[in-house]
Every structure is written in structure tokens, then in C-alpha cells.
Nanobody, 121 residues
Framework: QVELVESGGGFVQAGGSLELSCVVSGSKLRVDTMGWYRQAPGQEREFVAQ???????NYQDSVKGRFTISRDNVLNIVYLRMNSLKPEDTAVYFC???????????????WGQGTQVTVSS
């Protein structure tokens, strides 16, 4: 059973920084693209950033220059370094991973439970 567990959320003042991490555990053959999404109260979940196994990165426009995604392919961990945080960054942040369980299967997307990030003005 594949499990994603996020950590690193919390409360920070505007302009501050936080780093989120997410580890993929369980039986798996390969982890491909990993990413971060967020969901603010009353809003739909939105894309934040993603990184391929080959370290190709993609960001939502509103976080470019402030957030940095990275990963450890050996430990199967994805990180999101968030600088210059704004109140509008307040949300529950979810990590995702495209995981291959076996050669007889296809990649499936798994999600973590989410970690709260709150930025005060």
C-alpha cells in the first residue's frame, strides 16, 4: 500500500518562510512526477508546482520566484520551499505522486492527507 505523508506546515507571518516535505512509502517500483497542490477554504484544489523524475520543474504563476520544488529520488521525498509567503498562500497543501506498483500495472496518482499552511498579515 502506497502512502504519502506531508510535514512542515504551520503558522507564519507574511514575508516568512516554510518548507514542506512529503515522503512516499510502501511497496512501489518507481515514482515519477511528484507535485504540490493547495486548497483554500471554499475554493477548489489548485496546482502549485511539480517536478519530474528528471528534475524538470513547473510552477503556478503566482508562486514563481517565491517557491522552489525539489526531490530526492533515492528516498522518494518531495520538498516545497516557500519564501516571501503571503496571506493568499494560506491553504491546505497536498502532495501527489505518480507511482508504478509493478511492471504489470500502470502509473497511478496518489495523494497525501494535507498539511495546513497559515500566513498572517
Amino acid at each position: 500500500q502506497v502512502e504519502l505523508v506531508e510535514s512542515g506546515g504551520g503558522f507564519v507571518q507574511a514575508g516568512g518562510s516554510l518548507e514542506l516535505s512529503c515522503v512516499v512509502s510502501g511497496s512501489k517500483l518507481r515514482v515519477d512526477t511528484m507535485g504540490w497542490y493547495r486548497q483554500a477554504p471554499g475554493q477548489e484544489r489548485e496546482f502549485v508546482a511539480q517536478i519530474t523524475r528528471g528534475a524538470v520543474k513547473n510552477y503556478q504563476d503566482s508562486v514563481k520566484g517565491r517557491f522552489t520544488i525539489s526531490r530526492d529520488n533515492v528516498l522518494n521525498i518531495v520538498y516545497l520551499r516557500m519564501n516571501s509567503l503571503k496571506p493568499e498562500d494560506t491553504a491546505v497543501y497536498f502532495c501527489s505522486a505518480d507511482v508504478l506498483i509493478s511492471v504489470h500495472d500502470s502509473y497511478r496518482t496518489y495523494w497525501g492527507q494535507g498539511t495546513q499552511v497559515t500566513v498572517s498579515s
